[in-house]
């Protein structure tokens, strides 16, 4: 049972640079979602998808970027890090009336 | 837009002594709402839902949940505390109907001494 799966694990990037968060689901959701937590915060919202060519803006998107070309994968960019996106960062999946399996998350941290 | 407000950063509780986690929800429509629990350097876990029917739901290691709509109030409950209960718990909520977005509240550590 894989459910949904993160890489990486960690990351340290510099300021400027670019990365792509992966994830995959194995368990056919349409919904899939990006997270960010950072420490009080809780969870803010970056990206969502209802299914594969659908995508939508969440709470926080600046500076990253979503696609979603299959039902499986839906990976995160960020294009140019920057230290505020220094975080833990956490892919979901679900189908419309169940829970959201999460992924084991991304430690990111921009210097 | 949705919110879920969890009043807590923390509660402490000793072992063996009832828990409650407060949630409060504002969504239009009825609701989906969720507990999720998470360890240390772990993703979150999911530990109950309440979708329709009855307004008390029991999930995962002894937790229960009242759903009150007149207080849209989700609060968590546990009779009977372990230590191993300390852990940070989230309460979640999205629309019943259309696409809606998953959302958090801040979350609300757990302390439970021995």
């Known amino acids: 049972n894989a459910g949904v799966t993160q890489t990486p694990k960690f990351r340290i990037l510099k300021i400027g640079q670019s990365m792509t968060l992966q994830c995959t689901q194995d368990?056919?959701?349409?919904?899939m979602y990006w997270y960010r937590q950072d420490p009080g915060m809780g969870l803010k919202l970056i990206y969502y998808s209802v299914g594969a060519g659908i995508t939508d803006k969440g709470e926080v998107p600046n500076g990253y970027n979503v696609s979603r070309s299959t039902t499986e994968d839906f990976p995160l960019r960020l294009e140019l890090a920057a230290p505020s996106q220094t975080s833990v960062y956490f892919c979901?999946?679900?189908?419309?009336?169940?829970?959201?399996?999460f992924g084991q998350g991304t430690r990111l941290t921009v210097v | 837009a949705q919110s879920v407000a969890q009043p807590e950063d923390q509660v402490n509780v000793a072992e063996g002594n009832p828990l409650t986690v407060k949630c409060t929800y504002s969504v239009s429509g009825n609701p989906y709402l969720f507990w999720y629990v998470q360890y240390p350097n772990r993703g979150l876990q999911f530990l109950l839902k309440?979708?329709?029917?009855?307004?008390l739901v029991k999930g995962s290691y002894g937790f229960e949940a009242e759903f009150n709509k007149s207080q849209t109030s989700f609060h968590l409950k546990k009779p009977s505390a372990l230590v191993s209960d300390s852990a940070l718990y989230f309460c979640?909520?999205?629309?019943?109907?259309?696409?809606?977005?998953?959302?958090f509240g801040k979350g609300t550590m757990l302390l439970v001494s021995p």
């Open positions: 979640a909520v999205r629309a019943l109907s259309g696409y809606s977005t998953l959302t």
């Open positions: 979901a999946s679900g189908a419309g009336d169940t829970e959201a399996f």
């Open positions: 368990m056919n959701h349409n919904y």
């Open positions: 309440y979708i329709t029917g009855d307004n």
